[in-house]
């Protein structure tokens, strides 16, 4: 009896700690991204959706490595890979956002001259901050 409640203490430790190596995993990808590290945080938050489908996290982390490698199509389809994911412990901000960078978009001269216009797609990244 001792050996079966030993047995099933081992799963269930195995299980719970390689779910908590996998989120450590995704937060060394996220560590890479902020670093800007691309590629490794790519390597990294690709092997985490892979493993866990329902990690809205990491797959916003993912898009936001691909829009930077531009991977324009991937980093879509990895931003709407999350959609419909909810957990009910996403927290909800009621405060206005400060914008820090605002750069302009690029036009040569010759697209300008002719008066060339298109559409403009924008990534946002907001961060939280202690006041």
Do not use: C
Request: zero cysteines; hydrophobic letters at 40%.
């Amino acid at each position: 009896m001792k050996t079966l409640k030993l047995s099933i203490l081992i799963v269930i430790l195995a299980l719970f700690g390689s779910s908590a190596y996998s989120q450590s995993n995704r937060d060394e990808g996220i560590e890479l991204y902020r670093a800007g590290e691309y590629e490794k945080a790519l390597l990294i938050l690709q092997a985490r959706v892979e493993e866990e489908k329902r990690d809205r996290v990491a797959w916003n982390y993912l898009g936001a490595v691909l829009v930077k490698l531009s991977k324009t199509k991937k980093a879509k389809a990895a931003f709407r890979s999350h959609k419909g994911i909810y957990t009910e412990n996403i927290p909800v901000y009621d405060r206005n956002l400060k914008i820090t960078s605002k750069p302009q978009a690029f036009y040569s001269s010759k697209a300008r001259s002719k008066g060339t216009s298109g559409t403009v797609r924008v990534a946002v990244e907001m961060k939280a901050t202690e006041r």
